[in-house]
């Protein structure tokens, strides 16, 4: 371990940084999602509004 | 024999792929114009852009050749990955290219250059972008067939139903959901990617052990096993490919940048490449374990390429093999829908740009980015499944990629901070970065000129390809005759 500290050090990086981002990512990627949806979704309701105004 | 059981894993599977289809079909109702369909209508944030960058950039390729990497070079074979996330860093910090790129408010690469270099050239950008990109993406699928036909037990002879299956169940909600589609479905892609992937290295560092891997490492490749420097295979040139070729595709690979187009500011679209950016040696040094791993287990085999997923398909239990094929199709499906969508993005916006002259309404637009997604999955069938691949996987994609990384990556750099650059200079620097790499591969399928490929090798065709093309770009820009109009906009 000692000799090769730098592979021993950025596997186990790879390991926790991953397994952290993972579970991070999938709580605030699913908000990112409905937000998306919820913005796109507004979008389209305010277009079909000016639309019909129009 | 492997220990895929086809009722427990089996089901684990099916559920995965059952999931990941209904979702993407479900988004498509969102999808009413061209700009939600390529860019999500530009409303992407930053953990989606996250797990949609990371899904993209990992498919059973990735893990293939990564993986053959580790095998072949051990841990050395994860310096791309280290060069890369470096790459990415560095340009998420300091935005550069991209924030000019990003605040611009294009859909595509080429759509930039038309404001400096002219429509000519915003054409002939997107058919070098196609042409390396679609060469790039032919082998993923015979690729992903072999390592999940090997991993699972199934006959050798279902490998192209099964990945045809496979391609057309992508490419129904890619071509009715597009980038919304892309976006959910990489999001749950990129969790069962990453579950599959961390629990599958730990189990292989708890079984192999790490001192059982150094020491394979050191039998049988000796320090250049940790050193690309002193390893045989690789050196100084190998090195110096990888960080020109990692760079050029942090700045100009359109299925990266897609995210930043379709991020919701430039902010978001750095902070997506800065967050991301040690992913990228997780994605090298992963199967890189995985394939140091195979070496410790099997010992040398005949095709190095095969070596990780014939180890795994004895290492892993029942159980937690439906979790890896699931990951693994997971990375496949969100590679090839973002593949097609962003390849399909630049025919349609650049390529076909001269067919526009009149706007377009948005359902006729629709319907031709629908129809390009159905005949590039069409072409990945039939180019896929008859190309003889000779040489190493990441050398076959790193050639094919420099087809446009390089000129693309000049251009783009040019575009945004060289004034005096022009459309000779980038028709030039076109030329010499699809010419050299073009040479270089029809060179190694000759038998007459073979050996002078294999001499001249792939780096310093490579590297040579990157150098020639900034210089065609110096050369041409400075030689073209400068308008009045140019000197006025100098002088300023």
Known sequence: MAKHWFWWFMTMACVVWYSTITVYVAIKGGADIKNMLARLDATKAREEREERER | MTNFNWLLDGSIVGVYLVATMAAGLMVRKYVGKVEHFLVAGREMDVYLGIASLAATEFGIVTCMYTAQNGYEKGFAGATPGILMAVAMLVVGLTGFVIKPLRDSGVMTIPELFEK???????????????????????????????????????????????????????????????????????????????????????????????????????????????????????????????????????????????????????????????????????????????????????????????????????????????????????????????????????????????FRKTRWSEKKGLFWNRSIIAFIGVFLLLYGLWYPLKGDLWTYLGVTGTIYLASMSVLLIACCYWRRANSWGAGAAIFISAAIPITYLVSEQIPATADLAKTVGPYYSGIATYLLSGAAMVVGSLLKPQSSGDLRKEAA
């Open chain 2, 116 to 354: 400096k270099f002219g429509p000519r050239i915003r054409w002939a950008a997107g058919v070098v972008i196609v042409l390396g990109g679609l060469l790039n993406m032919g082998v993923f699928l015979r690729t992903g067939g072999e390592f999940l036909v090997l991993v699972s037990g199934l006959d050798v002879r279902y490998l192209e139903i099964m990945m045809t299956a496979l391609l057309v169940g992508v490419a129904v909600y890619t071509i009715l959901g597009g980038m919304l589609s892309v976006l959910v479905t990489d999001y749950m892609q990129f969790i069962m990617m990453s579950a599959g992937l961390i629990v599958v290295t730990i189990l292989i560092l708890m079984n192999v052990g790490w001192e059982t891997m150094v020491t394979t490492v050191e039998t049988n490749y000796g320090a250049g096993g940790f050193n690309p420097f002193i390893n045989p295979t690789m050196g100084w040139e190998y090195v110096l490919f990888n960080l020109l070729l990692n760079t050029a595709a942090v700045l100009t690979w359109q299925t990266i940048i897609a995210r930043v187009l379709a991020a919701k500011d430039t902010n978001t679209g750095r902070k997506v490449y800065t967050r991301t950016s040690f992913f990228f040696v997780c994605r090298f040094l992963i199967p890189g374990i995985w394939g140091i791993a195979a070496l410790a287990s099997l010992g040398p085999v005949a095709n190095t390429l095969e070596a990780m997923p014939r180890y795994l398909s004895t290492a892993v239990p029942p159980g937690l093999m439906g979790l890896l094929i699931a990951a693994m199709l997971a990375a496949d499906m969100s590679t090839d829908s973002s593949y097609m969508l962003t390849w399909g993005s630049v025919i349609y916006n650049d390529i076909m740009a001269p």
